[in-house]
T-cell receptor, first 113, second 113 residues
Framework: ELKVEQNPLFLSMQEGKNYTIYCNYS?????LYWYRQDPGKSLESLFV???NGAVKQEGRLMASLDTKARLSTLHITAAVHDLSATYFC?????????????WGAGTKLIIKP | NAGVTQTPKFQVLKTGQSMTLQCAQD?????MYWYRQDPGMGLRLIYY???????DKGEVPNGYNVSRLNKREFSLRLESAAPSQTSVYFC????????????FGPGTRLTVT
């Protein structure tokens, strides 16, 4: 069964702290994406990771991909309140010659001032 | 550019009623997707269109039909709405199924009573 598992599913943390969200997937893929969703809003692309060892950074967020372990991480450094959102990872898989995204359940991140 | 647009933004239906959700993109993308988002479950693919003239089922197609009207427009129809179809529906597009990130519309919040 195709699975994309995120943990934790809920995270409450203080401003200034560091933390990591994990995304494990069950099938071979070298294309992984991180999206952000604010409450009541649409999804916004954060990172596109396309190969083993890929690392991308934007501000206080850094994402990495280990295709051998089928694991991606989203690391938050010195969290600020504005990063409060739900974060989704999604894996591209090939089905019937087309790529489709399989989504994790999301990690709801609350950062307290 | 408007990107991906969806109408309506909100809709309340009674059980058994029908409706069509509209989606349009102005990025000249070939591939378009319909997802539903339920609390705690991430996004699930309902149908997709890899290119104009083609449509394929996703993970949860039952109770839905789609039409790829032209390259820009991809509609989702509920023929006989059921309470289990209460959800937020997102349309997305990308250049091609072998391209990378998907771009999302603002969503339609549907309640079936």
């Amino acid at each position: 069964e195709l699975k994309v598992e995120q943990n934790p599913l809920f995270l409450s943390m203080q401003e200034g702290k560091n933390y990591t969200i994990y995304c494990n997937y069950s099938t071979t893929s070298d294309r992984l994406y991180w999206y952000r969703q604010d409450p009541g809003k649409s999804l916004e692309s954060l990172f596109v990771l396309l190969s083993n060892g890929a690392v991308k950074q934007e501000g206080r967020l850094m994402a990495s991909l280990d295709t051998k372990a089928r694991l991606s991480t989203l690391h938050i450094t010195a969290a600020v309140h504005d990063l409060s959102a739900t974060y989704f990872c999604a894996v591209d898989i090939t089905m019937d010659s087309n790529y489709q995204l399989i989504w994790g359940a999301g990690t709801k991140l609350i950062i307290k001032p | 550019n408007a990107g991906v647009t969806q109408t309506p933004k909100f809709q309340v239906l009674k059980t058994g009623q029908s409706m069509t959700l509209q989606c349009a993109q102005d990025m000249n993308h070939n591939s378009m997707y319909w997802y539903r988002q339920d609390p705690g479950m991430g996004l699930r693919l309902i149908y997709y269109s890899a290119s104009e003239g083609t449509t394929d089922k996703g993970e949860v197609p039952n109770g839905y039909n789609v039409s790829r009207l032209n390259k820009r427009e991809f509609s989702l129809r509920l023929e006989s709405a059921a309470p289990s179809q209460t959800s937020v529906y997102f349309c997305a597009s990308r250049q091609g199924t072998d391209s990378y990130e998907q771009y999302f519309g603002p969503g339609t919040r549907l309640t079936v009573t």
